[in-house]
Each structure stands twice: as structure tokens, then as C-alpha cells.
């Protein structure tokens, strides 16, 4: 903008001295057509500068290793804005707690290249965004464009085995234990009539070949408590391996069906999933989180099954 405002000023004074030292109308005309360039200028973008807006397009999730690209840019009316500016743009990532400014000269619209190389969140936030008129003189022909909240990337990871695998034999073990209360069942065992028991659960077919009463017990799974216990380390890329590893041992009890605690053993943050979202829900946590050097481990909670996560 000063570079402009000096080239003007020269324009107007070359204008002056050309109306002082050459007396003609042409001369007036000029340096009147000068001097009016900026209310002309100012008043040529007051339409376009109605309404204004900051477009960022940023994508939601990009798994660990991808790329996307970020872009922000002017809207006039929900349209793409013709008017000279700046877009001032911070991006913040959370988990090392770091700050990158980019800054964009508009039209056209700015681009920021993304790479996902380590898991966490990018808060992308607009800290300026200005237009002025056509021909950018001076900052009082400068309209204020209304800032968006802060977008954010979440970097996912990308669920991968850990070095060495759990073992699931004690959990694909199907135990059982009798319904309290009785009622109805997919599971039952066969026992011997006992008095109390109603005539409704007695099994008929096999009374009849035992010559002895034989009901049916309702039974019901018996869930063991599974524990998955974890400690995020203080490094980008062990981090992004512990989470890889619990995105992966997590998801294998999931599909097997079994609910469990995932406990972080530096915090002593218990978080119980029992089914996707529960775990999708704990990686937004996880990966706003900035990373801080190992603390002293706590007490594990009780469990009949337990994996300690170590990368």
C-alpha cells in the first residue's frame, strides 16, 4: 500500500506541475481526474464491499500420512470478492504447541499446503482480514471483513499392530453364568428339576428320555472386565506409534464385541468404549492435547484382562 500511495502522490504532483506551468484545460482536467481517482476508487467498491466474509476451506479429518490443502479467501455476498486485500492466517498445533503464521494477498485466493505427518489438531484461525478500495491508497478506504471461528484438521492415526500383539484367547472364551431372575435367553444349560423351579422351563423331549424332570436355565454372558493401558510418550513419533497401536487394539475388542477401559497410565485417565464412537471421542481428546514429559505411573484400575501398550 505505500508503494501505491507514493506512486500516486508522484501521479498528482506531475499533474500539478503540468496545470502550473501549462495553461490549458487539458491541464486542469488532469489534475482533477487525479485528485478524484480515490473517492472514484472508493466509491466503485462500496457494492463489493458489502457483506464480507472469510472463506476458510479446510477438510475435517486427513489420516496420518495424507495431504490436503487449505484455502481462504474473500467472499462479497457469498461470491468471490474482486477487492485488493489480506488474509493474516495462524495455524496452531495443538499437541506441540506451535504457531506458524502465513499471510495472502487477495484476489485470488490463498493456499496453504497440508501435510499429515504426525497425528494431532490444527487450529487454522484468521488474526487479520482487510480489503481496501480498487486502488489500495489509503487505509481509511479499508472496510473490515467478519472474521470465521477457528476451523480445526484433525490428523487421524492410522490403526496399525502393535510389536507385540495381545493375547485374545482369554476373551474369545465364552463363559457363562445363570440369568438372575430367570426369563428368556438365546443361552441355556439343562439341569435337573429343582423344586421352585416354574413348569414353564421344564424341557419336555428330554424329560420324557430321562424319565426324570430336565429344565432349562437361562444363562447369560459373563463380560470380563478387559483393561488397555497405554502411556503417551513425550516424542512426535512415538506418539503417533502409541496411537496407531491403540487405535488398532481398541478397535480388534470392539469387533470381538467387548467393551473395555483404555487407561493412560502417565494422567490416570480411565475412559470406558464400548462401542466406535466412545473411541472416536477419546482421539478428539487425545489429539488436542499437547504432549508433556512422562510422569510417574498410576495405580491400574481392577480388570480380569489386561494389555499394558508399550512402542
Known amino acids: 500500500m505505500l508503494i501505491r500511495r507514493i506512486l500516486y502522490f508522484l501521479f498528482l504532483l506531475s499533474a500539478a506541475a503540468f496545470a502550473l506551468f501549462y495553461d490549458s484545460w487539458i491541464s486542469v482536467v488532469l489534475f482533477l481526474a487525479i485528485l478524484g481517482l480515490p473517492l472514484l476508487s472508493f466509491l466503485l467498491s462500496l457494492p463489493f464491499a458489502r457483506q464480507l466474509t472469510v472463506l476458510i476451506d479446510a477438510p475435517e479429518t486427513v489420516p496420518r500420512g495424507g495431504k490436503a490443502m487449505i484455502r481462504v479467501a474473500f467472499l462479497s455476498k457469498g461470491r468471490p470478492c474482486v477487492l485488493p486485500g489480506e488474509i493474516r492466517v495462524v495455524l496452531f498445533d495443538r499437541m506441540d504447541n506451535q504457531k506458524t503464521a502465513k499471510r495472502f494477498r487477495t484476489p485470488p485466493s490463498g493456499e496453504i499446503p497440508f501435510s499429515a505427518a504426525h497425528c494431532g489438531i490444527w487450529q487454522i484461525e484468521v488474526k487479520r482480514a482487510q480489503v481496501s478500495d480498487f486502488l489500495g491508497l489509503f487505509s481509511f478506504f479499508s472496510f473490515g471483513a467478519a472474521v470465521p471461528p477457528p476451523a480445526r484438521i484433525s490428523v487421524t492415526p492410522v490403526a496399525a ?151
Open 161 to 311: 499392530p502393535p510389536a507385540a500383539l495381545p493375547d485374545f484367547t482369554a476373551l474369545r472364551a465364552v463363559s457363562t453364568r445363570p440369568k438372575p431372575g430367570g426369563g428368556f435367553s438365546e443361552i441355556h444349560e439343562l439341569r435337573e428339576y429343582r423344586p421352585g423351579d416354574p413348569m414353564r422351563t421344564v424341557h419336555w423331549k428330554v424329560s420324557a428320555k430321562t424319565d426324570d424332570l430336565i429344565v432349562r436355565e437361562a444363562q447369560e454372558a459373563l463380560n470380563r472386565r478387559a483393561l488397555v493401558s497405554y502411556a503417551m510418550p513425550a516424542g512426535r513419533g512415538d506418539a503417533d506409534r502409541t496411537l496407531d497401536a491403540l487405535a488398532w487394539v481398541s478397535s480388534e475388542l470392539l469387533g470381538m464385541e467387548i467393551p473395555h477401559t483404555v487407561f493412560e497410565r502417565g494422567s490416570g485417565d480411565a475412559v470406558r468404549i464400548e462401542c466406535a464412537s466412545d473411541l472416536d471421542a477419546l482421539f478428539l481428546r487425545l489429539l488436542a492435547e499437547p504432549l508433556h514429559e512422562e510422569t510417574k505411573e498410576h495405580p491400574l484400575p481392577a480388570a480380569d484382562w489386561h494389555y499394558r501398550l508399550e512402542v
